[in-house]
């Protein structure tokens, strides 16, 4: 394993992102939040839309954990997946003003799973520990051939390989591999340092893990715009989807104003919304100008349902 490891540092000092702010950081707080928004997020959108602008609004951890979730999901806004904002919030408040330095800690608090615990622990603490990203499984699985494996033997395997010398280095090389050689599809085989014990590379064969095809559904709603005396009815989501962020309510049955049909694609389903307008005149306590709504986190799909309307001419008569 030490050829293997050094022939892997000299890729990565090669090759590696190196330029990566949340590499050139010791801060934990800097590295968490690296990790929450990179889950489920490329690299790239986090760099250019979100990462800055977020520690510049909450610099420290208790920045964080004073300012408020309102605060926040804007910050968060259009990034998707909102638990992540909520559970980033909620440990900062009981945690600030550092983050805890154990790896058992870390995995009590909110959000905080297996993969970024041990990310936090690696990476701002030096310790002893295997990332398990979505690009090291694909590696691990290629290494060992794993058609569906399971989280302990997977995690077993990783700590086989790892250099408790250097677990900075390690994981960073590690990410880095399974983005740019190890790739899904043609992975460079003559440039990794795992070819040598690679299964897949000997069998020439690289569909490990086995991906497993999913339909994914059409969730059809009504949306029911409220609009009196200028302002228009929103509601504050306290479900686990979306939770925290303001938005248009669904409704029963259609009533209104025809709009329009508005799309959008999660990652588990498609959504259809039939968006009418009600013109009323009771007045509710969650009703928002244009000004008001514009400083308020919406969702990606409420966004475009505003979109909706400002086209078809309604928010000029507010």
């Known amino acids: 394993m030490k050829a293997i490891h050094q022939k892997l540092y000299s890729w990565y000092s090669r090759h ?10 010791n801060d934990p707080y800097h590295i968490y939040l690296s990790e929450v928004m990179l889950q489920q997020t490329q690299v790239q959108t986090v760099l250019e ?24 999901l804007k910050m968060w806004e259009g990034l998707g997946y909102y638990t992540r904002a909520g559970n980033l919030h909620k440990t900062a408040q009981l945690t600030a003003p550092s983050l805890p330095d154990s790896y058992e800690a870390l995995l009590a608090l909110p959000g905080i799973g297996k993969n970024t615990a041990s990310a936090i622990c690696a990476f701002a603490y030096r ?84 991906k497993k095809r999913r339909s994914v559904p059409l969730r059809k709603e009504i949306v029911v715009v409220q609009i009196c005396e200028e302002k228009i009815a929103l509601k504050q989501r306290s479900g686990r989807f979306l939770h925290g962020l303001w938005g248009f309510a669904a409704s029963q049955e259609a009533r209104g104003e025809y709009v329009g049909r ?8 498609k959504l259809e919304n039939e968006v009418y307008v009600a013109f009323g005149n009771e007045v509710s306590s969650q009703m928002f100008t244009l000004d008001e709504i514009r400083t308020l986190a919406l969702s990606t799909v409420d966004r475009k349902i505003l979109q909706l309307l400002e086209r078809a001419g309604f928010t000029s008569r507010l």
């Open 127 to 210: 310790q002893k520990r295997a990332v398990m990203e979505a690009n090291v499984r694909r590696v691990l699985c290629r290494i060992y051939a794993l058609d569906e494996p399971k989280e302990t033997e997977l995690i077993e395997k990783a700590h086989a390989l790892l250099d408790e010398a250097h677990p900075f280095d390690y994981n960073q090389a590690m990410m880095d591999l399974g983005a740019m050689v190890c790739t899904p599809r043609d992975p460079a085989c003559d440039v990794c340092a795992f070819a040598p014990i690679c299964r897949a590379c000997a069998l020439e064969c690289y569909d490990f893990p086995v």
């Open 49 to 72: 839309r979100y990462y800055f602008p977020f520690l510049e609004k909450f610099p420290t951890l208790q920045a964080l954990a004073e300012a408020s979730l309102d605060e926040v």
């Open 16 to 25: 590696g992102r190196h330029d990566l702010p949340w590499r050139n950081s």
């Open 262 to 269: 508005v799309r959008h694609q999660y990652t588990h389903f």
